[in-house]
């Protein structure tokens, strides 16, 4: 995770600010794999919008 955090300079992927998280661009359980580029810096604020849209799809889903 430290490779990515160096890679993506500790910044957001998705606003560009401040981000130590390394968050998976497309989530797993949507198809996304472990691979570099599929991983990214995200800020705690982008990271909790990302997740909660995940999270609504997730159960749209298994309804």
Do not use: F
Request: hydrophobic share 30%; glycine share 8%; proline share 2%.
């Amino acid at each position: 995770m430290r490779r990515v955090r160096q890679r993506d300079r500790e910044r957001c992927y998705l606003c560009g600010k401040p981000g130590r998280i390394v968050d998976h661009i497309l989530a797993v359980a949507e198809g996304g794999t472990w691979e570099m580029s599929n991983l990214a810096c995200i800020c705690d604020a982008c990271h909790a919008d990302k997740t909660q849209q995940e999270s609504a799809r997730g159960k749209a889903r298994r309804h």
